[in-house]
């Protein structure tokens, strides 16, 4: 019997999405002229230029968007059109949603409380059907209904700008993470989100910058759990029962099953753990066995679309007689993917080819006619999906799991995946560079695009992966979704680099410092641009070089903005706003100088006492931006001499006139191990110094006090080469060192036991000349006082 079929749409002008045509009416397959986009970014006002690089300045004015809130039907037909559309192909029966009851009330009643619920399960276990079933419940809980969202290769801040494009209306305009917050603050819906892909800290950060929304949401049991400290609640999703799975079978292939079946149907339920995917797919292999068991009667229409035909006998696989056809084995039921891809049709089987060369990722099906050849192609993937081959992931459709793992051996080998993948790339270069085609529909097919990328790359072809990356990436940029922006770049980066191309690996250095500007990245955003305007230097790009100029000007005065608020950040109190008046946060300290934002928060007791006047105050201060950062700058380069001159001055008489072990000063190299060695017993001083009397002869007496250069005191030289410390202080020389002049016998000395006493700051003008009361005894060998 041949399969029930859905109607299909008219196959020329291929319908795409949007209801736009892929080829446009008077397409020559010419050149065509590169799409110029603005988009406010932030601060920022971005021109995305496919040629030279995208420009970034800041957002004037009259260019800033004012987000609209949506309505609730519009936000409900946003939320339609970001899910995939059922494909033309045969009829899929609707299944029902067996055993699920008591995890169906319990995530309700969790909702209704406000508290967010995370569901985990292996994957065909039936999470999104279960997630349909309780958004439908949960509709009229929350004041903003239900907003669904997937998290398919998307991170927090792709999950955020989502979120913000699904609940306002404000084409070409994605706001920065403060602007962000503070509209989705009140925001409160029940945000479904299937299919994400982290936990932990950043699962904390989205769950945090919308706290009047509840979290349904699904994941795999290999993603990261939320953080120990997380409210959310968790629900395990387990595999079905014996009954059930027998039952779920037989409203796929829509008759019961006998005794054989059900017995065969009972060994697959032990080995399954009973996923309902893997009884869809043998639910497909029961309707298969169904049609070759019976075969079409003549002059019955063969549907040649669904199940293949032998061309040579003109029937179904050589159909053999009824109750001939065995049931598969149970390692063909445990992998079936190879057998239902055998039994579908040649167009179905180049379109697996297409989807297990890209990564699992399936075409869209306007786009199946020009890759597989065939005008009736746009069926193909309703032929895959009815037989549980593909599933439906965000916007489109995917291998389900484990199915490409199946095919990569029996249906294609690793030629035929680059073929397909280099034809995937021109096609995908072609249209994605097409004026006709809008970037909101190129990013809708962003995941099959990169797909394409990367498969070039690694199949060793990069100058494809480099041409499509260059006309996807502007694509993305202005479409809004920079996280598939940023793997275009990254991907053609590399490529550029392994296959040579010096200037599109500047573009892509380029493009990537701009979108780390846009986002914060400054320090990121300044070595991209410094690497794409070397590269553009060296190949004489004097235009390329200019834009990267100008972008690196930019970066290096935001930087030099923030830099200059840091001081205002920390708590300094701004002139003219009275004592005490201090920034209220740092995000706000750290906004950029040249923009229209409102004055900075002040908060203070005399500002609440004054009022107005105080805050008319403040917008003074922040009037001129460029004047405040010189006075900024040149108050930091003052303090900065000042406590350099402070921390010279009182380090110097602490640290470098000690006595320091194995260094000998200058004035000290030739100094005798005593001050009173080889003088007269009446010019002799207990404490080291010398002392003339009056009437002694002027030799003795010439030394003249020496102002020190670096502690500030006085030494005294005398005329005999030697030099006097300061009172209260003891010179020390290395042992072996002479310690008369040039002419003295060359003896070691031992070197003090006692340490070193700190000479006074303020030693007297003139050395003391007070006779010393007992004469001390000297050495008979060196001379000096025996101590």
Same mark, same amino acid.
């Given at each position: 019997?041949?399969?029930?079929?859905?109607?299909?749409?008219?196959?020329?002008?291929?319908?795409?999405?949007?209801?736009?045509?892929?080829?446009?009416?008077?397409?020559?397959?010419?050149?065509?002229?590169?799409?110029?986009?603005?988009?406010?970014?932030?601060?920022?006002?971005?021109?995305?230029?496919?040629?030279?690089?995208?420009?970034?300045?800041?957002?004037?004015?009259?260019?800033?968007?004012?987000?609209?809130?949506?309505?609730?039907?519009?936000?409900?037909?946003?939320?339609?059109?970001?899910?995939?559309?059922?494909?033309?192909?045969?009829?899929?029966?609707?299944?029902?949603?067996?055993?699920?009851?008591?995890?169906?009330?319990?995530?309700?009643?969790?909702?209704?409380?406000?508290?967010?619920?995370?569901?985990?399960?292996?994957?065909?276990?039936?999470?999104?059907?279960?997630?349909?079933?309780?958004?439908?419940?949960?509709?009229?809980?929350?004041?903003?209904?239900?907003?669904?969202?997937?998290?398919?290769?998307?991170?927090?801040?792709?999950?955020?700008?989502?979120?913000?494009?699904?609940?306002?209306?404000?084409?070409?305009?994605?706001?920065?993470?403060?602007?962000?917050?503070?509209?989705?603050?009140?925001?409160?819906?029940?945000?479904?989100?299937?299919?994400?892909?982290?936990?932990?800290?950043?699962?904390?950060?989205?769950?945090?910058?919308?706290?009047?929304?509840?979290?349904?949401?699904?994941?795999?049991?290999?993603?990261?759990?939320?953080?120990?400290?997380?409210?959310?609640?968790?629900?395990?999703?387990?595999?079905?029962?014996?009954?059930?799975?027998?039952?779920?079978?037989?409203?796929?292939?829509?008759?019961?099953?006998?005794?054989?079946?059900?017995?065969?149907?009972?060994?697959?339920?032990?080995?399954?753990?009973?996923?309902?995917?893997?009884?869809?797919?043998?639910?497909?292999?029961?309707?298969?066995?169904?049609?070759?068991?019976?075969?079409?009667?003549?002059?019955?229409?063969?549907?040649?679309?669904?199940?293949?035909?032998?061309?040579?006998?003109?029937?179904?696989?050589?159909?053999?007689?009824?109750?001939?056809?065995?049931?598969?084995?149970?390692?063909?039921?445990?992998?079936?993917?190879?057998?239902?891809?055998?039994?579908?049709?040649?167009?179905?089987?180049?379109?697996?080819?297409?989807?297990?060369?890209?990564?699992?990722?399936?075409?869209?099906?306007?786009?199946?006619?020009?890759?597989?050849?065939?005008?009736?192609?746009?069926?193909?993937?309703?032929?895959?999906?009815?037989?549980?081959?593909?599933?439906?992931?965000?916007?489109?459709?995917?291998?389900?799991?484990?199915?490409?793992?199946?095919?990569?051996?029996?249906?294609?080998?690793?030629?035929?995946?680059?073929?397909?993948?280099?034809?995937?790339?021109?096609?995908?270069?072609?249209?994605?560079?097409?004026?006709?085609?809008?970037?909101?529909?190129?990013?809708?097919?962003?995941?099959?695009?990169?797909?394409?990328?990367?498969?070039?790359?690694?199949?060793?072809?990069?100058?494809?992966?480099?041409?499509?990356?260059?006309?996807?990436?502007?694509?993305?940029?202005?479409?809004?979704?920079?996280?598939?922006?940023?793997?275009?770049?990254?991907?053609?980066?590399?490529?550029?680099?392994?296959?040579?191309?010096?200037?599109?690996?500047?573009?892509?250095?380029?493009?990537?410092?701009?979108?780390?500007?846009?986002?914060?990245?400054?320090?990121?955003?300044?070595?991209?641009?410094?690497?794409?305007?070397?590269?553009?230097?060296?190949?004489?790009?004097?235009?390329?070089?200019?834009?990267?100029?100008?972008?690196?000007?930019?970066?290096?005065?935001?930087?030099?903005?923030?830099?200059?608020?840091?001081?205002?950040?920390?708590?300094?109190?701004? $002139?003219?706003?009275?004592?005490?008046?201090?920034?209220?946060?740092?995000?706000?300290?750290?906004?950029?100088?040249?923009?229209?934002?409102?004055?900075?928060?002040?908060?203070?007791?005399?500002?609440?006492?004054?009022?107005?006047?105080?805050?008319?105050?403040?917008?003074?201060?922040?009037?001129? $931006?460029?004047?405040?950062?010189?006075?900024?700058?040149?108050?930091?380069?003052?303090?900065?001499?000042?406590?350099?001159?402070?921390?010279?001055?009182?380090?110097?008489?602490?640290?470098?006139?000690?006595?320091?072990?194995?260094?000998?000063?200058?004035?000290?190299?030739?100094?005798?191990?005593?001050?009173?060695?080889?003088?007269?017993?009446?010019?002799?001083?207990?404490?080291?110094?010398?002392?003339?009397? $009056?009437?002694?002869?002027?030799?003795?007496?010439?030394?003249?006090?020496?102002?020190?250069?670096?502690?500030?005191?006085?030494?005294?030289?005398?005329?005999?080469?030697?030099?006097?410390?300061?009172?209260?202080?003891?010179?020390?020389?290395?042992?072996?060192?002479?310690?008369?002049?040039?002419?003295?016998?060359?003896?070691?000395?031992?070197?003090?036991?006692?340490?070193?006493?700190?000479?006074?700051?303020?030693?007297?003008?003139?050395?003391?000349?007070?006779?010393?009361?007992?004469?001390?005894?000297?050495?008979?060998?060196?001379?000096?006082?025996?101590?």
């Amino acid at each position: 019997m041949a399969l029930a079929r859905i109607s299909r749409p008219q196959r020329e002008p291929a319908p795409a999405f949007g209801g736009e045509t892929l080829w446009p009416e008077g397409d020559t397959g010419g050149p065509t002229r590169a799409r110029v986009v603005q988009v406010v970014a932030g601060d920022f006002l971005l021109t995305v230029n496919p040629v030279d690089g995208s420009e970034v300045a800041q957002c004037p004015p009259e260019e800033r968007r004012q987000p609209v809130p949506r309505s609730a039907q519009d936000r409900q037909r946003q939320a339609e059109a970001r899910r995939p559309q059922l494909p033309p192909g045969p009829r899929v029966p609707e299944l029902p949603l067996l055993e699920r009851d008591e995890e169906r009330e319990r995530l309700i009643r969790l909702l209704a409380r406000g508290r967010s619920v995370r569901v985990t399960g292996p994957s065909g276990a039936g999470r999104s059907s279960l997630l349909d079933v309780v958004a439908e419940a949960c509709a009229d809980l929350a004041p903003d209904g239900i907003l669904r969202l997937s998290g398919y290769r998307r991170t927090a801040a792709d999950l955020l700008q989502d979120l913000f494009s699904l609940v306002y209306e404000a084409d070409g305009y994605r706001p920065d993470r403060p602007r962000l917050l503070e509209l989705l603050s009140d925001v409160g819906a029940i945000v479904v989100l299937d299919d994400l892909e982290f936990g932990g800290a950043a699962l904390e950060e989205l769950l945090n910058a919308v706290p009047e929304c509840a979290f349904l949401i699904t994941a795999t049991p290999d993603v990261a759990a939320p953080a120990s400290d997380s409210l959310i609640e968790e629900v395990f999703l387990p595999g079905l029962t014996r009954v059930a799975c027998l039952e779920l079978l037989e409203h796929v292939v829509e008759r019961p099953l006998d005794e054989e079946e059900a017995a065969w149907a009972a060994d697959l339920w032990f080995e399954s753990e009973g996923l309902p995917l893997r009884f869809f797919q043998a639910g497909a292999l029961l309707r298969q066995r169904d049609v070759l068991r019976n075969p079409v009667e003549p002059g019955q229409e063969w549907d040649d679309s669904v199940w293949t035909s032998d061309p040579d006998s003109g029937g179904p696989f050589d159909a053999e007689p009824a109750g001939r056809v065995p049931l598969p084995s149970l390692a063909e039921s445990a992998a079936p993917a190879e057998l239902l891809a055998s039994r579908l049709s040649e167009a179905a089987q180049l379109a697996l080819d297409f989807a297990v060369a890209l990564d699992g990722e399936c075409p869209h099906p306007s786009h199946l006619p020009a890759l597989v050849g065939d005008t009736h192609g746009d069926a193909a993937l309703g032929e895959i999906a009815a037989c549980g081959l593909a599933v439906p992931v965000a916007a489109h459709y995917r291998l389900a799991a484990g199915v490409r793992q199946q095919l990569s051996v029996g249906l294609s080998t690793a030629t035929e995946d680059t073929v397909h993948a280099l034809a995937a790339a021109q096609h995908y270069t072609w249209w994605a560079g097409h004026p006709s085609v809008s970037p909101e529909r190129a990013a809708g097919e962003a995941e099959a695009i990169l797909a394409s990328m990367a498969a070039c790359r690694d199949a060793g072809h990069p100058s494809n992966a480099v041409l499509l990356a260059r006309t996807a990436a502007p694509a993305f940029a202005a479409g809004l979704h920079w996280s598939a922006w940023e793997r275009a770049l990254r991907i053609g980066q590399e490529s550029a680099r392994l296959a040579g191309e010096v200037a599109e690996e500047a573009y892509f250095h380029h493009e990537l410092g701009v979108l780390a500007l846009c986002t914060g990245n400054l320090d990121r955003a300044r070595a991209e641009l410094e690497a794409s305007i070397a590269l553009r230097g060296a190949l004489a790009d004097r235009q390329g070089t200019l834009v990267g100029r100008r972008t690196l000007a930019l970066v290096n005065d935001r930087a030099s903005g923030t830099a200059a608020l840091a001081p205002v950040a920390a708590g300094l109190e701004i $002139p003219g706003a009275g004592p005490g008046a201090h920034v209220a946060s740092t995000a706000s300290a750290t906004a950029p100088l040249d923009t229209y934002d409102p004055p900075v928060t002040v908060i203070s007791k005399r500002l609440a006492a004054a009022g107005p006047p105080a805050r008319r105050t403040v917008r003074a201060a922040l009037a001129n $931006p460029r004047r405040n950062l010189l006075a900024a700058g040149a108050a930091a380069a003052l303090a900065a001499v000042i406590g350099t001159v402070v921390t010279l001055g009182s380090s110097a008489g602490g640290s470098e006139n000690r006595n320091v072990p194995n260094n000998v000063k200058p004035v000290e190299s030739a100094q005798p191990d005593d001050q009173n060695a080889g003088l007269p017993a009446d010019q002799q001083s207990t404490d080291g110094t010398t002392s003339t009397k $009056p009437g002694a002869s002027p030799a003795a007496s010439s030394a003249q006090p020496t102002q020190s250069a670096t502690t500030g005191g006085t030494m005294a030289v005398p005329s005999n080469g030697s030099t006097s410390s300061t009172p209260g202080q003891k010179p020390t020389t290395k042992p072996g060192t002479p310690t008369g002049g040039a002419s003295s016998p060359s003896h070691p000395t031992t070197p003090p036991t006692t340490p070193p006493t700190i000479p006074p700051t303020t030693p007297p003008t003139t050395p003391p000349t007070t006779p010393p009361t007992t004469t001390p005894t000297t050495d008979p060998v060196t001379g000096g006082t025996g101590q």
